[in-house]
């Protein structure tokens, strides 16, 4: 019997770029909405358009551009909401509009300090302007978790009524237990008249770390569509990680009897995107896309994979579309190799940017004698940021003096936009202070450093080290990655690197 469809839709744009600290660009948000459609999702939540003229101009960017997926628009029970969400969706191939009004008792009180038989009218009215504009409707009671029932199912049904498509049931405050959470989708679907003709959705947060499991748990019980973002982002502890959602189904679909429309190889190329761009680097134990995800480390399990993956693996790495770390290229390797070995992977180049790859891994292959797919993931990344972020300053040279007895010194070589190269050197408290204060000196963009992580992103003593860094300027924050053989010279290219983004977007 074919299984029932789970409707996946991504909100890694709208609730994920609510997350502290995230600041997406435009052409950001577009690359991750292309990205999100090779994966397969089924709904963008491409931002919420009256919140600011940069989501509208996304979310109309992403209309226009991204064809596939159905691109939602979020907006409050306010009729400027609604009319603002039409605007910046009208040309998507399939547009959706996203309503939200706070249920709970402690919210209509206190945030939005009017009393339930307003905010009735409010959901209802702004349901029925939506539905004026377009077909695909679906209407969120914020807080719902908190929600007195008889008015949840009271509300729900006069939505249905005005018009709505899929009802949306969040657990704003990631409050709900999983067995309390399906229990409150059952008595959903047994106490609102038309519910069996919508679609039942669910959009979990992970304040107390169940957001996966609640999600799966309506699921199991008849919801149709799951809400998350990739890498699990979103407000403060985030939303379900669509991943771990998509995962889940996909290892358990004979007790949950349904299935998604999710191309599974795509998750561990989104969610290094996700990570790329917005600088929010991955936990090396998380499900699914931690570097340790697919990493056996006792004897045991290790000699247990040898004889039978399946002893300690319950998914296949591959089917995420983990990198092997089997070896593929090195030094001898030629131009078709990499173009062959690319595009296995995933990546359609045109001759241009396979030539520049093709320079790049030289020039790795020159320092690391065993290229794994994993190195060339990285590879691919630091061709995309450069391509992303216009490269007003290049770094040209980078030395470094430093030890236990020396106070660290740096001398760097940095084009400028104009063309002529200005070498400047600094001491600083500690190498990549001394290189982050040489390239003060050359690029004089006031800025303070917030974050600075580096890690590896494949074993042994040569490994690709990969620098994030997180700038502020004017309370604006910028991300700037790197990557090098040499954690010096990947610290430095990733301060170019926002240096850059905060000269081009300024
Ligand atoms: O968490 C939430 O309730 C939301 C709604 C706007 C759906 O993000
Ligand atoms: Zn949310």
């Known amino acids: 019997m074919a299984k029932d469809k789970v409707t996946i839709f991504d909100t890694t744009l709208r609730d994920g770029e609510q997350s502290a600290g995230i600041g997406l660009t435009t052409h950001e948000k577009l690359q991750i909405a292309k990205q999100l459609e090779m994966l397969g999702v089924d709904v963008i939540e491409a931002g919420f358009a009256a919140s600011s003229p940069g989501d509208f101009q996304a979310v109309d960017l992403i209309s226009k551009e991204v064809r596939n997926p159905i691109i939602a628009s979020l907006a409050r029970c306010v009729p400027g909401d609604v009319d603002s969400a039409w605007d910046a969706i009208q040309s998507a191939s399939r547009p959706r509009i996203h309503v939200f009004v706070s249920s709970s008792d402690v ?96 959009h979990c947060h992970n304040d107390l770390g169940l957001s996966v499991a609640n999600s799966l748990a309506a699921v199991q019980v008849g919801a149709r569509q799951v809400e998350g973002c990739i890498n699990g982002l979103g407000e403060r502890a985030g939303n379900a990680s669509l991943e771990e959602v998509i995962m889940g189904i996909e290892t358990r679909q004979e007790m949950l009897g349904v299935s998604t429309n999710i191309d599974t190889r795509q998750i561990y190329r989104t969610s290094r995107l996700v990570s790329d761009i917005t600088g929010f680097t991955i936990q090396p134990n998380k499900a699914i896309v931690g570097v340790n995800a697919f990493r056996h480390a006792s004897g045991i399990h290790q000699d247990g994979v040898l004889k039978e993956r399946t002893t300690f693996e319950i998914m296949d790495p591959q089917s995420i579309g983990w990198p092997s770390s089997s070896l593929v290229l090195g030094k001898l390797s030629g131009r078709a190799g990499l173009r062959s070995r690319l595009e296995e992977m995933g990546y359609k180049l045109t001759d241009s940017e396979l030539n520049q790859a093709f320079k790049a891994f030289k020039d790795l292959a020159d320092r690391k004698r065993e290229i794994t797919n ?36 740096a001398t760097v070589t940095i084009d400028n936009p104009e063309g002529s190269s200005i070498i400047e050197s600094s001491v600083g408290t500690g190498p990549v202070d001394a290189v982050y204060k040489a390239i003060d000196k050359v690029v004089q963009v006031d800025n303070e450093l917030l974050e600075y992580r580096v890690e590896a992103v494949t074993e042994g003593i040569d490994a690709i080290g990969d620098v994030s860094i997180r700038i502020s300027k004017e309370n604006t924050i910028y991300v700037g990655r790197g990557s090098d053989t040499d954690i010096i010279v990947a610290s430095a290219k990733a301060y170019m690197n926002a240096i850059n983004r905060v000269l081009a977007f300024n």
Not at 121 to 142: I, L
Not at 160 to 180: F, H, K, S
Not at 377 to 387: A, F, H, I, V, W
């Open 107 to 202: 919210q209509i009180m206190h945030q939005l300090r009017k009393n339930p038989e307003e905010v009735f009218d409010m959901a209802v009215s702004s349901v029925e302007r939506a539905k004026s504009y377009c077909e695909d409707v679906e209407f969120s009671p914020m807080d719902a978790t908190r929600t007195d029932m008889d008015y949840l199912y009271k509300l729900l049904t006069a939505v249905i009524q005005a018009g709505a498509t899929t009802l949306n049931i969040p657990d704003t405050v990631g409050y709900a237990m999983p067995w309390e959470f399906s229990d409150r989708i059952s008595k959903i679907k047994e106490n609102v008249p038309g519910i069996d003709n919508v679609v039942i959705s669910v």
């Open 374 to 409: 994993a190195d060339l993931e990285s590879l691919m990344s630091s061709q995309r940021r450069t391509s992303d972020v216009p490269n007003l300053y290049t770094l040209s040279s980078v030395k470094v003096t430093s030890g236990n007895d020396s106070t660290p010194t």
